[in-house]
């Protein structure tokens, strides 16, 4: 659980949120193996070099929560729930099985295709594996063991193949008679998953969740009220997310840092799904789930206002995403102070603590990943270096002396 004490070094001052654009001959091999033109062997290869590059690259700008890009993956949410027992990917799954008015799911339906790796509950669940250890033991082996805390793994969100399906949808009834049971197994995967990465060292969770910008979007909470297969409300849907979340968190060491990063979306060619500030979630979203750090997009007025930060206790983190990742064109670094100013007198204000005390709270980052999808936004790897660079600076001159 998150403690009364705020828990720092993790997170930094600068942050990313893990993707980080992938080399051409990556994506390349990728392609060749899915047509049969390569062997998986040459692809692991590829994928080693390109991550020594990358921490490389990490480490010469001066970042400490350092990731492996996420090279290993397809899309950011990785291999977690198709590695469980009990789940499958449907490859073509019928459109009726999806809440249809989710904002990723009008994406690609507006588009004319199947929403995006679905996996689904076919049967009990249980974690058999974890499917990122290997993952992350080639990520610290990189690196000195003194830096380990620091090293960052990205999660997917567990609700992740719950929200996008219609009522009863997500799993078969013979097999669990309500969300109450199959959420228990859910958070007892979770749990597992979350030991065997503590035991082999890791130390720096982050848990990626477009999900709860869902929430916040007028679309979704008017498709989900007009939706009658639903027995909650979209408020109640929050308050069992929620629990869900502390359930899968309830037994993590209490020097394993969890952080949740909320966005709006980040797709192929730089798209996003929803938009909406995050007032109508800020109440329980920072005071009622057991995490040490948010992780917020701030870059567009999609995201709203930094007023729902005054809800802010004063033992949580936030890293204001400030710095777009989408496009190439780079911030004004006085207008991104001004920025971080106007969201620590917001928190001051609502804590009670001098603006001093309230930038301890804070830190700077991207609004999200730059490959959130393997492809990647639509910025160049050199557009990418001089966000990073610019991430880095911003925080150095706002913390000067700290990571």
């Not at 729902?308 to 983190?317: H, S, V």
């Not at 990742?325 to 100013?341: G, N, Q, R, Y």
Request: net charge negative; with cysteine.
């Amino acid at each position: 659980m998150s403690s009364t004490k705020l828990h720092q070094r993790p997170p930094f001052r600068a942050e990313h949120l893990g993707s980080l654009l992938r080399p051409q001959n990556l994506l390349d091999t990728r392609v060749k193996i899915d047509k049969k033109e390569a062997q998986q062997s040459q692809l692991e290869t590829i994928e080693d070099s390109a991550i020594n590059d990358v921490i490389k690259l990490q480490t010469d700008l001066g970042y400490h929560p350092i990731s492996d890009g996420e090279y290993r993956r397809h899309m950011f949410w990785g291999s977690f729930f198709p590695g469980l027992e009990g789940f499958e990917e449907i490859k073509n799954p019928p459109l009726d099985i999806f809440r249809s008015y989710m904002p990723d799911i009008v994406a690609f339906t507006e588009k004319g295709h199947k929403p995006g790796e679905s996996v689904i509950c076919t049967g009990k669940i249980k974690h058999v594996g974890s499917t990122y250890v290997g993952q992350w033991n080639y990520l610290k082996n990189r690196l000195p063991k003194e830096r380990w805390g620091e090293l960052k793994l990205t999660l997917p969100a567990p609700e992740w193949y719950h929200m996008r399906y219609s009522e009863g949808r997500a799993y078969p009834k013979d097999v669990y008679n309500n969300d109450e049971e199959y959420f228990a197994d859910i958070a007892k995967a979770y749990q597992t998953e979350l030991q065997i990465l503590y035991d082999a060292g890791l130390r720096n969770v982050q848990i990626d969740d477009p999900n709860f910008a869902y929430f916040c979007a007028v679309p979704a909470q008017k498709g989900y009220a007009a939706d009658k297969t639903n027995s909650r409300t979209f408020d109640g849907l929050l308050d069992t997310y929620i629990k869900l979340y502390n359930d899968c968190l309830a037994a993590r060491p209490a020097d394993m840092h969890v952080g949740l990063h909320i966005c709006r979306g980040n797709f192929v060619g730089s798209r996003h799904f929803s938009e909406g500030g995050y007032d109508d979630i800020a109440t329980k979203l920072f005071n009622n789930i057991n995490v040490d750090t948010y992780y917020l997009e701030y870059d567009t007025p999609r995201a709203g206002g930094f007023e729902p930060l005054k809800f802010l206790p004063k033992d949580r983190n936030v890293i204001l995403g400030i710095i777009t990742s989408k496009f190439p064109e780079l911030e004004d670094i006085t207008e991104m102070k001004k920025k971080v100013d106007q969201a620590a007198s917001l928190i001051a204000e609502g804590t009670g603590q001098t603006k001093e005390q309230a930038m301890n709270q804070l830190g700077v980052s991207p609004q999200c990943g730059f490959a959130s999808h393997s492809s990647g936004n639509a910025v160049t790897h050199d557009d990418m270096v001089a966000k990073l660079k610019l991430v880095r600076k911003l925080a150095d001159e706002l913390w000067p002396g700290q990571p």
